[in-house]
């Protein structure tokens, strides 16, 4: 394949779009990205409403995201710490900062015990952020409780329940470890001397969605663009049919959520039987106004990070104390309506003494595709690594890393460099 070649990225979502800039970097010339929505970013959602930019899909960077933060500094996108403390609300009703909820729950010998322990794991664990997850060690299919009781680090793992639940990745009890231990270290760091401190994180003051904006100014992005139709075809070629025009490419980049692609690919039936064992949360993001809530803070229901609790509150967060709005999260089941939701919603703001005013806005998300333990234990994510580039495709994304925003991205720029730097 030479430089000058078309390639096809479908997806304008941070992968997509790492993608497609990294080919720009390695000499390509002829990168088209073809996106369904008539907006780039994928789950970086920023709304422009009269009280400012509400972040309907990711939040916040932390300051191990170089990647993002990166293309933040490229484009000169301000970025700053993220204005509230975190708050821990146990299931008698009382708020915490980290340190005083573990002391709640746990002795001083437990709790250094367990950061110790934690402190061993994230070493060990340290190559995770970068991986693809294959060649895992077995101990890390295992569901995130048992891997964690396992390690001597429950506490932590208890600690950090608010955020890895209420940033919609699933429970403790099903999802594996090493989905886990890609996040959380950013959010949890030993202090070298027997506690813990919070990761730095930041957010985007003019909208987190600006920041893919600019990126995609820079390339051929086709929005309104959805793809119907790709196929191999026997030059070695790819067909592709986006918005009802057709493109011939030498490769094409996918970068959709490989549970999604059977609607628009022909999939070999090792493609077909892999990607079926994706599965996925329903996601909620919901902007509110109420009345009686504490403002000021980013707090975590930790009563509600279970599964038995799927459809209330995970967290909710207000950052300017002067406006009664918050944003908040909720894992939810598939079948509960809207009027459900908000019914929920509003139980859980009056277990705080608050009233639901009124919900300004609701995004949902098919989020988080990740695989079980069992099919870790069958090599998934080795057997998917093995199908790569047949017939010149290629997938990328959060579904082969994890999904966040920077793994997302550094997901697809490893695959890109490895899989296209050797090219004419």
Not at 162 to 170: D, K, N, Q, S
């Amino acid at each position: 394949m030479k430089r000058s070649d078309p390639i096809a990225v479908v997806g304008a979502g941070p992968a997509g779009l790492c993608a497609a800039d990294t080919l720009r970097q390695l000499g390509y010339t002829n990168v088209t990205v073809l996106e369904a929505e008539q907006r780039v970013g994928g789950k970086v959602c920023s709304v422009a409403t009269p009280a400012g930019i509400v972040e309907m899909g990711a939040v916040l960077a932390s300051s191990e995201c170089e990647l993002v933060l990166g293309l933040a500094r490229r484009f000169a996108i301000p970025y700053a710490a993220y204005p509230v403390p975190q708050h821990y609300l146990d299931e008698q009703g009382r708020r915490h900062d980290a340190a005083g909820f573990l002391a709640s729950r746990y002795d001083g010998p437990t709790i250094a015990r367990a950061v110790a322990a934690y402190a061993d794991q994230l070493a060990r664990c340290a190559a995770l952020g970068d991986s693809d997850l294959a060649a895992l060690d077995d101990d890390l299919h295992l569901p995130f409780d048992r891997y964690a009781a396992l390690h001597g680090f429950t506490p932590v793992a208890e600690l950090a329940r608010g955020a890895l639940v209420g940033f919609g990745y699933g429970y403790y009890e099903s999802v594996p470890a090493c989905y886990y231990m890609k996040l959380i270290g950013w959010l949890l760091r030993p202090d070298g001397q027997g506690g813990l401190r919070p990761g730095e994180l930041f957010m985007f003051p003019q909208g987190f969605q600006g920041l893919w904006e600019a990126l995609a100014r820079e390339h051929d992005v086709r929005l309104g663009t959805p793809v119907t139709a790709l196929r191999r075809i026997a030059d070695g070629r790819v067909s592709i049919t986006a918005g009802g025009v057709q493109y011939e490419v030498a490769a094409a980049i996918v970068a959709a959520p490989l549970h999604t692609v059977a609607a628009f690919m022909t999939l070999t039936d090792a493609e077909r039987a892999l990607f079926g064992q994706l599965r996925s949360h329903r996601y909620v993001v919901s902007a509110f106004a109420a009345t009686g809530l504490a403002t000021g803070e980013f707090l975590f229901l930790h009563e509600n990070e279970v599964a038995a609790r799927c459809g209330h509150m995970n967290a909710w967060a207000n950052r300017n104390p002067a406006l009664p709005m918050y944003l908040g999260w909720q894992l939810a089941p598939r079948t509960a309506s809207d009027e459900a939701l908000t019914a929920l919603l509003a139980d859980d703001v009056a277990r705080q003494g608050g009233r639901l005013e009124r919900v300004a806005l609701r995004r949902e998300w098919d989020y988080f595709p990740h695989v079980d333990s069992a099919a870790l234990g069958q090599r998934f994510f080795e057997q998917v690594a093995a199908l790569q580039g047949a017939g010149q495709v290629w997938y990328a994304g959060g579904a082969l890393h994890f999904e966040t925003v920077e793994h997302s991205a550094r997901q697809a720029r490893a695959l890109v460099r490895r899989a296209f730097a050797d090219c004419r």
